[in-house]
């Protein structure tokens, strides 16, 4: 395994496996052609086409279309296409500075093929040996990639929060970072990936940050989704994302964007080739 197989394994997906999502005549998903034969049952929300699923024009506003999804999604559920939702309202837009169309439940986001946006942030301290990095690993309940490594603190951004609030929050849910230590957190990077996964497609840009912290510092989990945290060198944390699949799998993208950052990939041809494939061409 290389660092460049972890990007490509996040930037595979294949266009004639979806049907584009039209609201107001901008895409704002992809759909799975299964996905949209359910959705085709509830016409006065979408129209299905053979090119692409429209959602109805009777629907104008941010609430009455927001509204009517979600009363697609608590009938979906009910007949068992949609497993679960799970109460956290993520926007439906076109680009990040747009505003949102409408918001609709995070779970069902990748079966929409609606681009989401997060924040991860890399929580390092500077010792005397070098850089080692706070590496969180998930507890085992989680829905989503229980056991597996994680950033310190990384989390979607739902509808209707800011960028800053939003990082202050999970810094301080996630590893008790007090917010005038988060107030310090340097944003660095936009990664941005799409991947198809079993039930839909991820579209995915997470807004990256770097934040030193004190030797001090001793994170603690406040809302149960972490098991443990440890310390670990940067060498360690380079060689896990190297040679296993151990973190989830967004989380091996920022660590590579780090590494690159703080020169701590030597080879000039392999810097190059993961800038570009970081950059989305690979």
Not at 34 to 52: N, P, S
Not at 89 to 100: H, R, Y
Not at 145 to 167: E, K, M, Q, T
């Amino acid at each position: 395994m290389a660092y460049i197989d972890h990007i490509r394994a996040l930037n595979r997906w294949n266009p004639e496996n979806f049907l584009p999502l039209i609201v107001d005549g901008k895409r704002m998903g992809r759909i799975r052609h299964r996905f949209a034969q359910e959705l085709d049952g509830f016409k006065e929300c979408f129209d299905v086409r053979t090119e692409c699923v429209v959602l109805s024009s009777a629907l104008k506003s941010f609430d009455e279309r927001s509204e009517a999804v979600a009363e697609v999604l608590h009938r979906l559920t009910e007949s068992g296409v949609v497993r679960h939702l799970m109460g956290e309202m993520f926007p439906v837009l076109s680009g990040f500075d747009q505003s949102a169309a409408f918001q609709i439940d995070r779970a069902v986001v990748s079966m929409f093929g609606i681009r989401a946006f997060g924040q991860h942030l890399n929580g390092y301290v500077e010792t005397g040996d070098g850089i080692a990095m706070w590496i969180a690993r998930r507890a085992s309940d989680r829905r989503a990639f229980p056991d597996r490594l994680d950033h310190l603190v990384a989390g979607g951004l739902p509808h209707g929060i800011s960028l800053a609030d939003n990082l202050t929050k999970e810094c301080m849910e996630e590893a008790n970072i007090p917010a005038e230590l988060a107030a310090s957190a340097r944003p660095v990077a936009e990664i941005s990936y799409c991947c198809e996964v079993k039930r839909g497609l991820r579209d995915d840009t997470l807004f990256c940050y770097d934040l030193e912290l004190p030797g001090s510092f001793r994170p603690e989990c406040n809302d149960g989704e972490v098991a443990s945290f440890e310390l670990m060198p940067i060498e360690q944390v380079a060689d896990i994302v190297r040679n296993s699949e151990e973190f989830k799998p967004n989380c091996n993208l920022v660590i590579i964007d780090f590494l690159l950052r703080h020169n701590l990939i030597a080879s000039e041809d392999e810097r190059k080739l993961l800038q570009n494939g970081l950059s989305g061409n690979n």
